[in-house]
């Protein structure tokens, strides 16, 4: 894995980024919403629940963690 340095990243404004996902992934995402919602009256927003996703992905990742605590090479 290469070095990732991202330190210069200091507010916490949101970033609007556009993704192109297959059509397929998109059912499956907003399926999951659905599902997510559990019968509630508000079906989270596929834009909502992506963020979330991808925290959650990052934060289990045993090697990028890992990677994570080696000390910075010089």
Not at 11 to 32: F, G, I, S, W
Not at 36 to 61: C, H, K, T, Y
């Amino acid at each position: 894995m290469t070095r990732i340095s991202l330190a210069d990243i200091a507010d916490e404004k949101p970033v609007k980024l556009t993704v192109e996902m297959p059509a397929k992934l998109h059912r499956d995402l907003q399926a999951y919403c659905v599902a997510l919602s559990q019968g509630a009256a508000a079906i989270p927003s596929p834009e909502r629940v992506i963020p979330a996703m991808i925290e959650r992905f990052i934060a289990s990742d045993r090697s990028y963690a890992r990677q994570r605590r080696k000390p910075p090479r010089s």
